[in-house]
């Protein structure tokens, strides 16, 4: 090595990232006995995106087994391995599902208290109670995690860098992962380490790559949330550098929704519900509407979304089926099945929310209150109707004016509708006869229901021990990959709710481990 380093840094581990995967990578690393763990971030704080999860999915978790859930990895696996139709590791798969529940009992000995575990949308006669989360009036179930992981890696010595950027993998003449180069705000910095975890999170500011990925499409004008600063796929770009193989990107898409800055969550949530009629810019009903709350696989729909003509679909309600909800606040959300469940809106819990609920904080207001549906619902479909992304319409033409479609086809469509509704069977594509409402009672309410992405997950292929691996599926020895920056565990699709931030942990969990071994020459 001819270059000059402003810094060299000796470890056993060195983990780049420092969000769940790279902080739990680095506290499983240093309980396995890395003597030396440092961590390389390139912002300015620690934890990424950590702090705003909602939650996760785990199965044979110690919260289940205090409920008396019975749901296990075993059947998990069976429901998930045929979604993905066995396109990826299935040994990596059957490693995750076995280990999910283990991840809660790890964040438990870290201090971290869990409230329940649910179905993700509320339906526990359609979907497994597989969503796990804590107590919501001490905070987000991802800022408690990240308090208690900074707390562990803390008090565990764990070296983090804040501000040095990963650059380059360094190998031996064996071809080992030997180290990385990186840049600090001093100038360049070596960190020479027997051992490297891979936790750099998504692609998905990164426009080249999702142009490469995604068949040329850039998605600039749809919303993908975790276009973060960031996110730029640095860790894939340093693996492929050194030979690693490249896999394929998953996709959370998270369409029919309206998100975006200063929309409003509260219709977002509702344009989901499975009592509308979903239509295409065509004026073609698409899918089932029940997808979203009643599957355990309900992102499918968002799949459907995203097919259609300019991304673009819309959610119908009339007038009547609004106010009947409203009415009755059968708005059904996950925390509202907690809260007649796990006690989550007593008096003492309520006051802390209350401390909470300001207008950053309007999503634990609507999950956690009774009623807040019945006071607020209507007050932001006016904000949203302001902005152009709702409208009442009084008749079968306004609504085909604002959706662009031919009034014949949504004619047709309505009265095709309207008469599976009346009869309780959808002859196309068989929703639920518990959400089919014929629309007979204007106004109607129309909603803008584009597509949207969460996350773009994958890059980096690895192995079921996190290996990350060669275009052979060889192991490239020293070099290990967690997270949302990894493939194998998905397809293109993504698989039950929570599931990025369960992988995240259980892979930064395991790659920490084995990295530690590695290391230690014990495996």
Known sequence: MNKEYLETIDADVCVIGSACAGLAAAINARDAGAEKVVIL???????????????FFAVESPVQKRLGIHHTAEECFRDLIDMLYWNCDARLVHEWMNGSG???????????EFETAAPFQGFP???????????????????QMLKAMKKAAEGRGIEVRLETRATHLLRDDADVVCGVEAESKEGAVLVNAKSVVLATGSISNNKDLIARFYGGETYEDIMIMARLPYSTGDGLVMAEEIGAKVGEVSTLFMGPHNHGPGHSEL???????PESLK??????????EGLWTDSNFGWTLSFATDKQPGKMTFAIFDDRIVKDMIEKNAVTTLFENMAASSDIVSAEKRKNVESLADDKFDFYKANVYDGFWLANLMGDIDKEEQAGRVKRCADLAEIAEYTGCDFETLENT???YNKHCKHKYDADFLKDPRHLFPLESPPYYVFQAPSGIDTCIGGIRVNYRLNVVDPGL????????????????????YAYFGSELSFTLYSGRMAGKNAALYAKGTL
């Open 41 to 55: 971030e390139k912002t300015k704080r620690v934890g990424g995106t950590l702090g705003i999860c909602g939650g």
């Open 102 to 112: 283990e991840s809660v009992a790890w964040l438990e000995g870290l201090g971290v």
């Open 125 to 143: 006669d359609l979907c497994r109670s597989t969503y796990h989360v804590t107590d919501l009036s001490r905070g987000r179930t991802g800022t």
């Open 267 to 273: 219709t977002g949530m509702f344009l989901r519900r």
């Open 279 to 288: 239509i295409n810019t065509a004026g073609e009903r698409f899918a089932n």
């Open 414 to 416: 309505f009265e095709r």
């Open 474 to 493: 060889r192991p490239i020895k020293g070099l290990y990959a967690a997270g949302v920056c990894t493939s194998g565990w998905l397809n293109v699709g």
